[in-house]
């Protein structure tokens, strides 16, 4: 799809999204390290007491938030990465660009998912 008036790449402001990333990699650095504090507390809160999550009435819900807990784990770990690799994108100056149509992504699209590869109509055909 080719480029559309309005929608051409907007170089963006290089220091100011830097900045953005940068701010929102340390935040989710903060909450890996929050959540991997929670999972080691429950999974020694566990080892603690003999739980048979099979007929323990509390060992169903402690088996959930720990799944729960490595899930938010695993996706936070995943947003990591993925702002690592918007940090390279913006280096090699295809960052705000849709790696699917090419057209540039809206900078209010950008503010609220700064990690996005895709336009909106591309990431709404996903």
Avoid: K
């Amino acid at each position: 799809m080719a480029d559309m008036p309005g929608n051409a790449p907007v170089p963006p402001d290089r220091a100011a999204v830097q900045a953005r990333l940068a701010a929102e990699r340390a935040a989710t650095h903060t909450q890996i390290e929050a959540l991997s504090r929670d999972f080691t507390a429950i999974v020694e809160a566990n080892a603690l007491v003999a739980v048979d999550d099979e007929h323990d009435p509390d060992g169903s819900s402690t088996a959930f938030e720990r799944a729960h807990v490595a899930s938010l784990l695993a996706q936070a770990r995943t947003h990591l990465e993925h702002l690592d690799e918007a940090l390279t994108r913006l280096t090699e100056g295809t960052y705000g660009v849709c790696e699917i149509c090419g057209t540039g992504i809206p900078a209010e699209r950008l503010e609220v998912r700064p990690a996005t590869t895709r336009c909106v109509g591309c990431a709404g055909a996903r």
